[in-house]
C-alpha cells in the first residue's frame, strides 16, 4: 500500500500513515474535475523518443567529452555539458510533439530562465525533465547516470521513466498501474528484521551546514547513510529493494518527480519531515525520504525530525 507520512506537530516526532495519495503524485486538481486521459498517449512511443535522444545526444558524447563540453554552473560541483543541453532540447521537441499543448520544465531551461518553473502551477500537461542525471558521473566516465522524464497535470505525477543508457536499464512507472524494469513488475519488498538499513543522503558537496547536521542524525544504530550519486538511480535501488531509503534535502522537481513515483509504483513510500506529501510545485518542508515500506520511512523521518 502506498501511504503518505504525517509527522505530529505536537512536539513529539511519531509519524503515522494518513492516506494511500501517492505523496510524489498528489492531485492538485479542483474537485470533480478530471486529470489527463492518457488513454490517447502512446506510452511505447514516450519510451521510444527517450531511448532516441540518449543514443543521439548522450552516449555518443559518453568518455568523449572534451574540457569545453563541459561547463560549471554554480560551482565545481555543479556541471552541465554539451549532452545535458543537447538531450534537452531533443526531448523538448519529440515530447511536446506527442502530446500537443504540453510543456516542458528541464533543468536546464530552468537555469536559463527560472520562470519556466511556472507551467508546474498551470493547467497544461508537463513534462519533467533531467536530461543527464549524474552529470558529474557522465563526466568522469562512471555509467551511473540516468535521464529522468516524468508526465504530472496540475501537481499529479501521471507516468514516469527512468533511463539508465549505459546500464541498459529502463524503468517505467504509470500511476496505480505499477512499475516495470526493462518489462519485469517491481517490488521493493521491505528490509530483512534487524538489517542494517542502506540509506542514500544528500551528497556532502551539496549541502548546507545545517543540512548536514540535520542529516548527522542518521549516523545511529542499525543505519548506515552514504552520499547519494545520481538521485534518479538511488531511487531505482529503492524500487528494486537494493537499498532502503534516501534522505534529500533539495527538491527540484527533476530529480524527484519520476523516482518518486517510480518508488510508489514498486509499493514504497514517502514523506516530509513537516508530515506533508513531496509537492513536485516546490515548497517542501525538508529534508524528505522515500524508503521501501512505510515502517522504514517512519523511522528515517523520525530521526530528521528530531533534529529539528
Known amino acids: 500500500m502506498i501511504e503518505a507520512l504525517r509527522t505530529h506537530h505536537s512536539g513529539d516526532t511519531a509519524i503515522t500513515p494518513t492516506d494511500t495519495t501517492p505523496p510524489a503524485a498528489a492531485p492538485a486538481t479542483a474537485e470533480g474535475e478530471p486529470s ?30 572534451a574540457a569545453e563540453d563541459i561547463v560549471e554552473k554554480n560551482g565545481p560541483h555543479d556541471l552541465v555539458t554539451v549532452a545535458d543541453r543537447l538531450a534537452e532540447e531533443h526531448l523538448t ?18 537555469h536559463a530562465d527560472p520562470s519556466v518553473l511556472d507551467a508546474l502551477h498551470g493547467d497544461a500537461p508537463v513534462w519533467i525533465v533531467d536530461p543527464v542525471d ?29 533511463y539508465a543508457p549505459a ?3 529502463m524503468a517505467v512507472a504509470r500511476r496505480g498501474a505499477g ?38 542524525t542518521l549516523e545511529t544504530g542499525g543505519i548506515a547513510p552514504r552520499p547519494c550519486g545520481s538521485a534518479g538511480l538511488e531511487y531505482l535501488h529503492i524500487a528494486r529493494g537494493e537499498i532502503d531509503a534516501t534522505a534529500f534535502s533539495w527538491e527540484n522537481a527533476w530529480d524527484h518527480a519520476a523516482g518518486l513515483l517510480l518508488v510508489h509504483e514498486a509499493g514504497g513510500a514517502s514523506g516530509t ?28 523521518l523520525g530521526l530528521l525530525a528530531a533534529a529539528n
Request: hydrophobic share 50%; proline share 5%.
Open 36 to 65: 489527463l486521459d492518457l488513454s490517447a498517449l502512446d506510452l511505447a512511443a514516450v519510451e521510444a523518443a527517450i531511448r532516441c535522444a540518449a543514443a543521439d545526444e548522450i552516449m555518443p558524447r559518453f568518455r568523449q567529452l
Open 134 to 162: 549524474g552529470t558529474r558521473q557522465f563526466v568522469h566516465g562512471d555509467p551511473g547516470f540516468a535521464t529522468l522524464v516524468a508526465l504530472a497535470h496540475r501537481g499529479e505525477v501521471l507516468a514516469s521513466w527512468t
Open 273 to 300: 519531515v513537516a508530515g506533508q506529501p513531496f509537492r513536485i510545485e516546490g515548497g517542501n518542508a525538508l529534508p524528505f525520504t522515500a524508503a521501501r515500506d512505510t515502517a522504514t520511512a517512519r523511522r528515517i
Open 179 to 216: 512499475a516495470r524494469l526493462n518489462g519485469v513488475p517491481l517490488r521493493a519488498g521491505s528490509p530483512s528484521s534487524g538489517a542494517v538499513l542502506d540509506v542514500a543522503t544528500s551528497h556532502f558537496d551539496f549541502t548546507t551546514d545545517e543540512q548536514k547536521r540535520v542529516l548527522a
Open 167 to 169: 546500464l541498459g536499464l
Open 93 to 110: 521537441a519529440s515530447l511536446t510533439a506527442l502530446l500537443p499543448g504540453s510543456l516542458v520544465v528541464g533543468e536546464e531551461a530552468v
